[in-house]
């Protein structure tokens, strides 16, 4: 699909449903996880998409809700989904779902894992999330990056044994919970809008690739938002972006074509 052949789609939607993850998506990809931001085009673009009758607006990620609220609080109403599906809160600040059993025991023990290990590897972040762990290693040096490997690979094993699923992400491997998965955040947010919801979903990393596919299922967009890290997707994806700013300019004619 070419972006004026998407554009008419979306102008002719009596409902319209814009997801977007966050980091490598609306946000560059910086070296350190706290100090990534979402773009300042991709934000106006989705703040005018907020106020434009029949649309929605879901920013859906793998960061932790409170990290999500931070970077989007200036952004309402959408839906956000944190944690790669595991919480979901709607529109009016409320939780409207997600799944997270009680894995507090299998959590204690993949972060004893995580304190035992943390000061073998420099430049290695571990970051404790809610339902799950992130291991990230885009700052260690090429030199140290077999080790890396090796700890890593204890970490998988560690998280497996806790009952965890073991996600790929950008310079980051992520235990979390199995089943939960923004491709299953999305189905249950389509559930909640109006029939033949035109969903347009874009992501950067193999944690986006079921929504996108789920997204194109529904009749719906599923964009790819790439990079040098991961110039192509393993799904079919209707357009292929070549980074954040590309997917911002589209956002910004998803919201004029829009916008009353
Ligand atoms: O689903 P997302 O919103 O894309 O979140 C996925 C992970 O994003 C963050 O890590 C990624 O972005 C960092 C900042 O640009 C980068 O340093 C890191 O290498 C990337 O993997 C976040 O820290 C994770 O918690 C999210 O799960």
Known sequence: MNEPALLSRIARAASLL??????????????DPDSAHARDDAFAALGRLTRAPGVHVAVVSGRTMESLLE??????PVYRVAEHGAFIEGPDGGTIGGTHPERAAGLSALWGFVEANHAR????????????????????????????????DAFRKAAVAAGFE???????????DPGVTKQTALALLLARLPPHTLVVYAGDDTTDEGAIALARQRDGVGIYV?????????????LVLPGPRAWAELLSQIAAVRSV
């Open 18 to 31: 814009v997801a977007t993850d966050f980091d490598g998506t609306i946000s560059d990809i910086t070296t």
């Open 71 to 76: 970077r989007t609080s200036a952004l309402a």
């Open 121 to 152: 590897i420099p430049g290695m972040r571990f970051e404790r999330k809610s339902v799950g762990v992130a291991v990230h290693v885009r700052e260690v040096e090429p030199a140290m990056r077999e080790a890396a490997a090796e700890v890593l």
């Open 166 to 176: 073991i996600m790929e992400g950008r310079q980051v491997v992520e235990a979390r």
């Open 226 to 238: 790439a990079s040098a890290e991961r110039p192509t997707p393993n799904v079919e994806a209707d």
